[in-house]
């Protein structure tokens, strides 16, 4: 069998490291001395109790995520979360304060309002959401359940460059499309959570880090498997977890430990940002979409001078082997999705191509 690898700019599911894969592979008839792959054992036996206590202490080490925070590996994706978040805190006042910076940012607080009131501080919507919204801490309220952000907008490109004072209240933030791509400071969050399929793993696990104070407000109608106390009481094994997916995310957060961890990573991920952005910033022919401040790391999204040449970029950029390079539906251009397992040699190849295409088309 011949074997082709691309490179695959896809925003989730996205590409995963390649020594990952083969190590899957290799284990894919017998993990260690059980005579059987991951996906076929007991998430009860013991064998499978170390891959998901091993995941768990990687991470933690990763981020270095101490033992005032519980970390959850759950299912439902970060759209599941959208309202277990107002289930599991939205019980003080009642209410909680929204940035509105993108469209999941949007989902999520169209979500919240269904268990309380929602508090939208600011937004960037009527521009397209192509920046961070400038926050004014006056508008901030200080009796909010908590304070919800999303760090870095997966469809528009954009990210936080600074996080918003909020005092008392809990920082909430989904980090679906840039956690491990760079050094957070866990403690100044009450609830970090992501879908695994971006940056971390395979598709099926929503890891969930959420300080300890924070656990045991739920609603009383929230779903068992939605409440974070007793997923906590339970080791994430209330019911059966995502086995096999929580294996490979184990496997990818070994791979970035042995790369160096966040800290090693982050300066790659600057590294790959800026050749891509300077590419686009030497250009007349393309255009970045998201404004210089709020610039993402991970998702890079520009157009060219019309829809129809976006439309080809990536019909022609797919022949060499530079794939899923389409903007999300609702904004249309084009997106490179950069996470931590896409080479540097990979945004090299895409710089390159994107000149070539440029000469040809202008
Ligand atoms: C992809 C994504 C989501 C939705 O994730 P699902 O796991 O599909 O529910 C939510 N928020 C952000 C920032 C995302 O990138």
Not at 206 to 211: A, Q, S
Not at 344 to 356: H, P, R, S, T
Request: aromatic share 10%.
């Amino acid at each position: 069998m011949t074997m082709k690898r691309v490179y695959n700019f896809a925003p989730g599911p996205s590409t995963m490291p390649q020594e990952v894969l083969e190590q899957a592979a290799r284990e894919m008839l017998c993990y260690g001395d059980t005579g059987m792959n991951v996906m076929e054992m007991s998430h009860r036996s013991k064998q499978y109790q170390a891959i998901f206590d091993e995941t768990e202490a990687t991470l933690r080490d990763l981020m270095h995520i101490s033992q005032d925070y519980a970390v959850l590996f759950l299912q439902g994706g970060a759209t599941g979360q959208f309202a277990a978040i107002p289930m599991n805190l939205m019980t003080g006042s009642g209410t909680a304060d929204y940035v509105d910076s993108g469209n999941f940012a949007h989902g999520a607080l169209v979500e919240a309002g269904k268990y309380g009131k929602v508090n939208v501080v600011a937004s960037s919507k009527d521009d397209k959401y192509a920046y961070i919204p400038e926050l004014d801490a006056s508008k901030f309220n200080p009796d909010a359940d908590y304070f919800y952000i999303t760090t870095n907008n997966t469809i528009y490109g954009t990210r936080y460059a600074r996080l918003p004072e909020t005092g008392k209240v809990p920082l909430v933030a989904d980090m679906s499309s840039n956690i491990l791509s760079e050094v957070y400071d866990v403690n100044r969050f009450g609830v970090i959570y992501a879908g695994a399929q971006k940056n971390v793993g395979p598709a099926g696990l929503t890891i969930v880090i959420v300080r300890r104070d924070l656990l045991g407000h739920a609603m009383p109608i929230t779903p068992k498997i939605m409440d974070w106390k007793i997923m906590d009481e339970k080791g994430s094994m209330l019911n059966t977890p995502p086995t096999y997916a929580i294996y490979m995310a184990g496997l990818c957060m070994k791979w970035l430990k042995k790369q160096g961890g966040v800290e090693a990573i982050e300066k790659v991920n600057i590294e790959k940002a800026k050749l891509l952005y300077g590419a686009l910033d030497d250009s007349d022919f393309y255009r970045p979409t998201a404004r210089p401040d709020s610039r993402s790391r991970m998702n890079v999204t520009f157009t060219t001078p019309s829809p129809e040449l976006d439309a080809e970029f990536v019909k022609a950029a797919a022949v060499h082997d530079l794939v899923n390079l389409k903007g999300h539906r609702v904004v249309g251009g084009i997106r490179a999705s950069i996470y931590n397992a896409m080479p540097i040699e990979g945004v090299q190849a895409l710089v390159d191509f994107m000149k070539k295409f440029e000469l040809e088309n202008k």
